[in-house]
């Protein structure tokens, strides 16, 4: 079963701190996985895009990591702003098998971010 | 680029009646869009995938005679949630995918049915 699980389910940071959010996948087979913020009342925006191939790939103070061998990624945010309170959604694609070539994400509950002064 | 509009972004409407969201790529043509729907605290949960000129293929569970989707173009879907009811009062969030399979997600609409 193609499975994303995120954790923890939320955390509270003080502002300028640092944070990391775990996501461990199960999807076959895998091509990529992806981190997404969706801050409240507003729709999912990209953060990264990891294929197989990459450890680590940054997006300004937001660097993901990806160990496809344990399917395990993180997304660690550094020096939080208030501006980082979201929830942060693991999604990782894979086929939908009743149709061919098709293919839907998997998408992880969510880690909600709460970034206080 | 890959912009995904939506409108309205919010609807509130009495029981009974229809509602329309339009989903829009404003730069792109996506070969695919997706419609999905959110409840406080969860997930995006798929409803349905649509290709242009095609019909929607809908999730299981899914009632396709309640969520009508129309795909017309490579840049516009839309979703008639037709009778609504207060249990169908959601957040519904569309995509359109590209041909690289990656997906850009629309900001969102609100629905409350009274």
């Known amino acids: 079963k193609n499975q994303v699980e995120q954790s923890p389910q939320s955390l509270i940071i003080l502002e300028g701190k640092n944070c990391t959010l775990q996501?461990?996948?199960?999807?076959?087979?895998?091509?990529?996985l992806r981190w997404y913020k969706q801050d409240t009342g507003r729709g999912p925006v990209s953060l990264t895009i990891m294929t197989f191939s990459e450890n680590t790939k940054s997006n300004g103070r937001y660097t993901a990591t990806l160990d496809a061998d344990t399917k395990q990624s993180s997304l660690h945010i550094t020096a939080s702003q208030l501006s980082d309170s979201a929830s942060y959604i693991c999604v990782v694609p894979h086929l939908a098998l009743s149709r061919s070539n098709d293919y839907k994400l998997s998408f992880g509950a969510g880690t909600t971010v709460t970034v206080r002064a | 680029g890959a912009v995904v509009s939506q409108h309205p972004s919010w609807v509130i409407c009495k029981s009974g009646t229809s509602v329309k969201i339009e989903c829009r790529s404003l730069d792109f043509q996506a070969t695919t869009m997706f419609w999905y729907r959110q409840f406080p605290k969860q997930s995006l949960m798929l409803m349905a995938t649509s290709n242009e000129g095609s019909k929607a293929t809908y999730e299981q569970g899914v009632e396709k005679d309640k969520f009508l989707i129309n795909h017309a173009s490579l840049t516009l879907s839309t979703l008639t949630v037709t009778s609504a009811h207060p249990e169908d009062s959601s957040f519904y969030i569309c995509?359109?995918?590209?041909?690289?399979?990656?997906?850009?997600f629309g900001p969102g609409t609100r629905l409350t049915v009274l």
């Open positions: 996501c461990n996948y199960t999807v076959s087979p895998f091509s990529n």
């Open positions: 995509s359109a995918g590209t041909y690289n399979n990656e997906q850009f």
